[in-house]
Each structure stands twice: as structure tokens, then as C-alpha cells.
């Protein structure tokens, strides 16, 4: 069982998103657990299996003038974790500062953190690359994907297959942009989620599923298309729960829209996080598989 006291903790810094995180002792760090005794974070996040950047709205109010004029620099590391009191805190969003907003006209003065995940990097993450015949479309991936600033590759996170045609290949040019290409190419998708680049084939996905039933959903409504409006997947409404990603699965079980249960491939997910709100959510727009 859940136990439904929830926390945040924001730190930002101490050094560009492109930079890695740095030392995070000498990050600011903001903790909130909808007591009294904590300031209020809200958070909308959104993530995606395709190359559009993970993008969050980060709000915290009551911060002092010295405090906001500290974390107002663009392109300063963000880190957000969420947790459940009695389980591990979750990293659930890490990106750079594009922006912030700051609204005067509210008595807490709260400032908003417009952030995109791993965009500092690609800024600065021109390649010019060639292979050769047979090489493996995965050491293509991860040596493109290598080239971009404060990513971290992990091996397990890219599922990828195919190898380099006769003719080889050559390109020179924005990084995104060449991945984007391969992708088209041999059939996967990819994206940066939390500093950390994945990869898969559109046929696949992480082996990693989540049950969403009783206790957390709160609603499920069929994605459909075509001509019959034939049902291909499903949009779900649940509270948070931690470990549910893009291109990982979930498993719906409804006890209302029974026809609605099976497997499902995360496309597209919105966390809406708040520690003095009833707002404590997640929405989900998945596929089905198999």
C-alpha cells in the first residue's frame, strides 16, 4: 500500500545541464513536504519516446529576493525528485533552465523554472562522423549519441538493431538532426530522459512493467482510429507512481472499462506534481502491444 504523504526536492546547480551535475552540496536545494514548515512546489512535467526534449514548469513559492536572483541564470542544472514518505526519492526530472518567471503580482512572489532535458547539449553537439560497411547500428547510436554534452550512456537504455549498409555512411551536422534520420531510417525511437540517452525499436520497448489498478487509477479512456475507430490505445489517468517512463510498460487493470485492460507501450506522460494541492498525478497516452 501507498503511503500518500508525498515529497519534493528541487536543486539547482551547481553548473550547467551541459556540465553535468557537479557537487551537489554546493547545489541550492529546496525541500518540500506540504508541511507548514516548507515552501510549495508545483511541477507539470512532460516526457516522450520521440526526440522532442523532456520538458518541466517548476514553480516555488516564497523564495527569498537572494535566493531567486541565485537560481536565475540560464541554462543552470535542474534536478527534480519525487517520493512517497517510507520509499526511495525518484529522479523525475534533470534538464537546464531555458528560463524563469517570476510573478510580482502574488504575494509569495513565486518564480517559475522553464527547463528542456539535454538542449544545452545539443547546442553544442555538432558531429561529423562516417562508417563503414557492417558496423552495428547500436555503435553508430553510441558514438553519435556520446558526442553530446552532460549525456550519460548507458548500454542497457539503447535497443537498437540493424548494421551500416554497403555504401557506408557519412554525415556532418547537429546530432539531433542525425539521429533523428537514423531513426527514420531503421525504424526506433529515441530520447534524453533525465540526462540519460535511450534508444528503441518501434517494435519494442524497456522490459519494465507497472501495474495500474485499484488504489491508483483513476480513469482510463480508449485511444481510437480509422475509419471503424478501431481502439490502438488507451489514455490513463492515475496518481504518480514512481518508475513509470516512456518506452517502458504498464499494465492496465480497470474494474469499470474491463475491455480496456492489457499491456500498453508509454508514449506520452504528464506528471503534475504539487505538495499543497490535491494535484498529484499522472497522465499517460499509451499503445497497445501484442
Known amino acids: 500500500m501507498i503511503n500518500f504523504k508525498r515529497n519534493l526536492e ?3 546547480g551547481p553548473l550547467k545541464d551541459y556540465q553535468g551535475d557537479g557537487n551537489s552540496q554546493q547545489a541550492i536545494r529546496i525541500l518540500s513536504d506540504g508541511s507548514t514548515s ?6 507539470n512535467i ?3 519516446m520521440i526526440s522532442i ?6 514553480t516555488v513559492y ?3 529576493k537572494e535566493t531567486r536572483n ?3 541564470q540560464s541554462q543552470a542544472s535542474v534536478r527534480l525528485y519525487a517520493w512517497y514518505d517510507g520509499q526511495q526519492k525518484e529522479l523525475v526530472f534533470r534538464g537546464g533552465i531555458l528560463n524563469c518567471v517570476v510573478n510580482r503580482e502574488d504575494t509569495d512572489i513565486p518564480i517559475t523554472l522553464i527547463s528542456l532535458d539535454g538542449q544545452g547539449g545539443f547546442m553544442r553537439a555538432p558531429v561529423s562522423v562516417s562508417y563503414t560497411n557492417g558496423i552495428q547500428l547500436k555503435d553508430v547510436v553510441k558514438d553519435v549519441a556520446g558526442k553530446i554534452p552532460g549525456i550519460t550512456i548507458d548500454d542497457s537504455r539503447i535497443d537498437v538493431s540493424g548494421q551500416v549498409g554497403f555504401s557506408g555512411m557519412a554525415y556532418a551536422g547537429g546530432a539531433k538532426e542525425f539521429l533523428d534520420r537514423l531513426g527514420g531510417q531503421y525504424g526506433f525511437s529515441w530520447s534524453i ?4 540517452f535511450e534508444a528503441v525499436s518501434d517494435k519494442r520497448g524497456f522490459n519494465v512493467e507497472t501495474l495500474l489498478g485499484a488504489g491508483v487509477l483513476i480513469k482510463a479512456s480508449p485511444i481510437l482510429s480509422g475509419p471503424a475507430q478501431q481502439q490502438i490505445g488507451t489514455d490513463i489517468q492515475a496518481l504518480y507512481v514512481p518508475g513509470v517512463s516512456p518506452a517502458q510498460f504498464v499494465r492496465l487493470q480497470s474494474s469499470i472499462n474491463t475491455e480496456l485492460n492489457g499491456r500498453y507501450k508509454v508514449h506520452t ?3 503534475s506534481l504539487d505538495t499543497k494541492s490535491d494535484s498529484w498525478t499522472m497522465s499517460i497516452q499509451s499503445y497497445k502491444q501484442g
Do not use: D, F, H
Not at 516548507?38 to 511541477?43: G, M, V, W
Not at 526534449?53 to 517548476?58: F, L, M, V, Y
Not at 530522459?193 to 540519460?196: I, K, L
Open 62 to 64: 516564497g523564495l527569498s
Open 70 to 72: 541565485k537560481i536565475m
Open 46 to 48: 512532460t516526457k516522450s
Open 10 to 12: 528541487l536543486l539547482v
Open 193 to 196: 530522459n533525465n540526462g540519460v
Open 38 to 43: 516548507t515552501l510549495r512546489i508545483k511541477a
Open 269 to 271: 506522460m504528464n506528471l
Open 53 to 58: 526534449p523532456n520538458a518541466s514548469q517548476i
